[in-house]
T-cell receptor, first 112, second 111 residues
Framework: EPEVTQTPSHQVTQMGQEVILRCVPISNHLYFYWYRQILGQKVEFLVSFYNNEISEKSEIFDDQFSVERPDGSNFTLKIRSTKLEDSAMYFC??????????FGPGTRLTVL | DQQVKQNSPSLSVQEGRISILNCDYTNSMFDYFLWYKKYPAEGPTFLISISSIKDKNEDGRFTVFLNKSAKHLSLHIVPSQPGDSAVYFCAASAGGNKLVFGAGTILRVKS
């Protein structure tokens, strides 16, 4: 069964450093998303991406964040200068249309 | 952001009995609702969904009921199995795109 994959599973970084979280969405999906879950809090929407551009973003997704689909398979989330409060689980998701979104296993980001 | 609420942090059910998980929402623009199951250190796994034009959707042991007038939906699991023990999230969307999640309910199925 096709699934969304994410790498790395755990990323530890120093405050102020750049990180890139990688995702491989399900191959025939056209819509891509990033969500995050800070420990003990809800899963929060960050950004959606369709047709090679951002279709919606939340208030969390400020200028420190960017997304890219550099080739036909990868979808990346970059945080330019990490802050302590960026520590969270980051989930990538994809969908074929405006319906069910399928999530990856997540990347645990720890900012020290 | 309290647009989607799951007021029960946890639920404990005996194996073989029915589990009923509840979810309330406030945004009348929501037109699609989903339930996800999540194990620790894993991503949410899609379970079942329902469009606002329906009031019930069934898939095997899982049934979702939607009451639009009350802005309430519920997930029924019958019969409950120990493997169903997980965190269950209700989510909603308006016109596709982003999902708004509830806080989750921890379900424990005792054998």
């Amino acid at each position: 069964e096709p699934e969304v994959t994410q790498t790395p599973s755990h990323q530890v970084t120093q405050m102020g450093q750049e990180v890139i979280l990688r995702c491989v969405p399900i191959s025939n999906h056209l819509y891509f998303y990033w969500y995050r879950q800070i420990l003990g809090q809800k899963v929060e929407f960050l950004v959606s991406f369709y047709n090679n551009e951002i279709s919606e973003k939340s208030e969390i997704f400020d200028d420190q964040f960017s997304v890219e689909r550099p080739d036909g398979s990868n979808f990346t989330l970059k945080i330019r200068s990490t802050k302590l409060e960026d520590s969270a689980m980051y989930f990538c998701a994809s969908s074929s249309g405006e319906d069910e979104q399928f999530f990856g296993p997540g990347t645990r980001l720890t900012v020290l | 952001d309290q647009q989607v609420k799951q007021n029960s942090p946890s639920l404990s059910v005996q194996e073989g009995r029915i589990s009923i998980l509840n979810c309330d929402y406030t945004n009348s623009m929501f037109d699609y609702f989903l339930w996800y199951k999540k194990y620790p250190a894993e991503g949410p796994t899609f379970l079942i969904s329902i469009s606002s034009i329906k009031d019930k959707n069934e898939d095997g042991r899982f049934t979702v009921f939607l009451n639009k007038s009350a802005k309430h939906l519920s997930l029924h699991i019958v019969p409950s199995q120990p493997g169903d023990s997980a965190v269950y999230f209700c989510a909603a969307s308006a016109g596709g795109n982003k999902l708004v999640f509830g806080a989750g309910t921890i379900l424990r199925v005792k054998s």
